[in-house]
């Protein structure tokens, strides 16, 4: 008979066989009638969270008495802050955008979102000007305050993915 000690450190008489493991239950020898020769061990209880320098090591100090092990992993590693597997659509070609038009006489501006691109967008709004649509709002404005609409400075304030 040999002596170990359990998981909580209470020492177990244990015949002396050849353990073999199966799953979460290691079997002891031939002998399987009942519960003689098995005993339940359990893995180690894991806590992983990103690492945080200062709070991860007063983490660490805590969960040691409490038999649970913390692993810590980076928040960012060097390979997602050094490689991009796709490259950026440039701006005049994003579709579902929230967009920009200011005047260039006052201090206002129109605030707008597409489904198309900005580029479409603003062609539709020159044509609106260009026509004097009583329907559109950048037509209007341009028209009852004689101002003109700065096309060169309309910018995409943000793109919308998954809205529509």
């Not at 199966?22 to 519960?35: A, H, I, K, N, P």
């Not at 098995?38 to 990103?50: D, S």
């Not at 597997?85 to 038009?101: A, F, H, L, N």
């Not at 020159?126 to 404005?141: E, F, Q, R, S």
Request: with cysteine.
């Amino acid at each position: 008979m040999n002596a170990a000690l359990s998981p909580r450190g209470h020492t177990l008489s244990i015949p002396s066989l050849t353990p073999l493991t199966y799953g979460r239950r290691r079997v002891l020898g031939g002998s399987t009638s009942g519960e003689r020769g098995v005993v339940n061990v359990e893995p180690p209880k894991i806590l992983c969270l990103p690492f945080v320098r200062g709070v991860s090591e007063g983490i660490e100090r805590v969960c040691a008495p409490l038999e649970l092990k913390a692993a810590f992993k980076p928040m960012r590693t060097l390979k997602q802050c050094l490689m991009r597997v796709k490259t950026t659509t440039p701006q005049d070609r994003r579709k579902g955008v929230v967009y920009e038009v200011p005047c260039k006489e006052c201090n206002k501006c129109y605030i707008g979102e597409t489904r198309r691109t900005l580029k479409v967008r603003l062609g539709d709004y020159k044509l609106a000007v260009k026509w004097g649509d009583p329907k559109n709002g950048i037509a209007v404005h341009a028209h009852e305050s004689k101002h003109t609409v700065d096309w060169d400075e309309a910018k995409l304030r943000s793109s919308v993915s998954g809205y529509w």
